[in-house]
């Protein structure tokens, strides 16, 4: 079983302190924070969780501690043969106006969680995080560390400064094809440059908020399919983490019929846009829509393949937590969700060990 | 029921001093983990297990909650305060004393009788 999103969290940014390039380590230590020494410097989102977005049994106190209540609460209980690291507020460095700050921050991230995460469990394997707003960047931290044997993908927020399609940000694919790790968008950077998170303007409650974030997701896939990203770079994936699913079935719809009509506006596109979905973009599970009719959702999650498109993640230890042991998915679908899907994405990952006996998981 | 027709199992948990009011104490019966709370002298009790999706539920916050409000009004009156607790996974809310959910009373939280023998807090499962 392979979890694809399992939050390495601090206890304090001053971890950073050792990994992060000199010039930026007086920003870091002595320069203005958002909140208390050790919190870090992103400019934060206008939402904020009322009862604290981590979950109320995991409070941890020390970076000892968030491993150890992860093993006992997450990787000793459910038992994933893999666990991908995606970080915390690392993430946030999308939402600095300050692209070289954010990039030091970034690969000051990805050093720490190289040197003092991979070494603590064989089941962890990382995302570097980048600077999208820093093109050029993190497309040299992505080639700087794309080899790493333990890192699986590249991974920036969802909330961004412009469409991940958009030509602006060509050195960062270009990067990604280059080195063959997917490109990931995680639920996140909505505040700072990213000033667009919700369309029709700030929505006011968190719940409310919460369940409309996935928005700038849509802009993503429809703007890396418009804009020819497979066609120009035929070996990348695009992930998508924690944005909800069933809203790519109705996107996808809408994308095929206008591009029957307007292909000539982006002669660069040949496929129907629900092609390049299908070989190209994955999404992971969690927060899995909750339907009162779990009929209902299955049909949508089939309307999108869902047995092919889907890879699990539990977002541990959030308030939004999905169990591996309560997926509420149909039972056939589970072995390529919950483990053959991210193999095929994650190709650094050792394909799974099949029993003769069954075909569960086998990849093609 | 009577304490001789009472088949339960009786657990002793802690002095009843040990357990003051605003206070919980989460034990393990057995193998099964419940979650013993003291409201305002009184003793309950829940099972550690969220019926909304086996999440640690008496791990949460105790807490109080805003009321309903009636008419749409876009007002807060908080309550209930130190009666309810917030489940420490996804935050569903609960009412200690009976075990239902506010959002649907019909998704209740396992409850347990509580007795104090001997000044002894005692969990009958």
């Given at each position: ?46 939402w904020l969780?009322p009862e ?149 303007g700030p929505t006011t409650y968190y719940w409310e908020t919460h369940a409309l ?152 | ?62 807490t109080g909650t805003t009321l309903p409000t009636e008419h749409g009004a876009r007002e807060f009156v908080y309550g209930s305060e130190?009666h309810i607790?917030r489940?420490?996974?996804?935050g569903w809310e609960?009412e200690?004393?009976?075990?239902k959910c506010l959002i649907d009373a ?20």
């Amino acid at each position: 079983m392979i979890d694809c999103d399992v939050h390495n969290d601090w206890s304090s940014s001053n971890v950073l302190l050792p990994y992060i390039d000199t010039t930026f380590r007086d920003y870091l230590l002595r320069g203005e924070l958002p909140g208390a020494r050790g919190s870090f410097p992103h400019a934060h989102r206008p939402w904020l969780h009322p009862e604290d977005f981590r979950r109320h049994d995991i409070k941890p106190t020390n970076d000892d501690e968030h491993y150890s209540f992860m093993r006992e609460n997450l990787l000793d209980r459910y038992k994933p043969d893999v666990a991908i690291l995606t970080g915390e507020e690392a993430l946030e460095v999308s939402t600095l106006a300050n692209p070289h700050y954010a990039s030091a921050l970034a690969s000051a991230y990805n050093n720490w969680v190289i040197d003092t995460w991979l070494p603590r469990d064989d089941r962890f394997w990382a995302s570097i995080i980048i600077a999208p707003q820093d093109p050029q960047g993190a497309a040299a931290e992505i080639r700087r560390l794309g080899s790493h044997p333990r890192v699986v993908q590249v991974l920036a927020s969802h909330g961004s400064y412009r469409p991940y399609g958009d030509k602006f940000y060509d050195p960062i694919w270009q990067a990604c094809s280059e080195v063959g790790l997917p490109f990931a968008v995680h639920l996140g950077g909505q505040g700072g440059i990213n000033y667009q998170p919700i369309g029709g303007g700030p929505t006011t409650y968190y719940w409310e908020t919460h369940a409309l974030l996935l928005q700038p997701s849509m802009t993503h896939v429809a703007s890396v399919i418009s804009n020819g990203i497979f066609e120009r770079y035929p070996n990348m994936m695009f992930v998508v983490i924690e944005c909800g699913v069933t809203w790519l079935p109705s996107i996808l719809w809408r994308l095929d019929a206008n591009w029957k009509a307007l292909r000539k506006e982006t002669p660069w596109v040949k496929r129907l846009p629900s092609e390049y979905a299908r070989d190209h973009i994955r999404m992971s599970t969690q927060p899995l829509e909750e339907a009162a009719n779990k009929q209902h959702l299955w049909d949508v999650l089939a309307a999108m393949d869902g047995e092919n498109m889907l890879m699990f993640a539990s977002d541990y230890p959030h308030w939004d937590f999905d169990a591996p042991d309560d997926m509420q998915l149909p039972k056939e679908w589970l072995p390529k969700i919950m483990d053959g899907n991210a193999r095929q994405v994650y190709k650094k990952l050792p394909r799974q060990l099949v029993p003769n006996d069954t075909k569960a998981g086998v990849m093609s | 029921m009577s304490a001789m027709t009472d088949k339960r199992k009786h657990y002793a948990i802690c002095k009843a001093a040990d357990l003051p009011p605003g206070q919980r104490i989460i034990a393990d019966l057995d193998g099964r983990s419940v979650g013993v709370f003291n409201v305002n002298g009184e003793y309950h009790a829940l099972h550690n297990r969220c019926p909304h999706a086996a999440g640690t539920l008496c791990m949460g916050p105790v807490t109080g909650t805003t009321l309903p409000t009636e008419h749409g009004a876009r007002e807060f009156v908080y309550g209930s305060e130190g009666h309810i607790l917030r489940c420490a996974w996804h935050g569903w809310e609960f009412e200690i004393e009976t075990g239902k959910c506010l959002i649907d009373a019909k998704v209740r939280a396992k409850t347990f009788k509580v007795s104090v023998e001997n000044d002894q807090v005692v969990v009958h499962i």
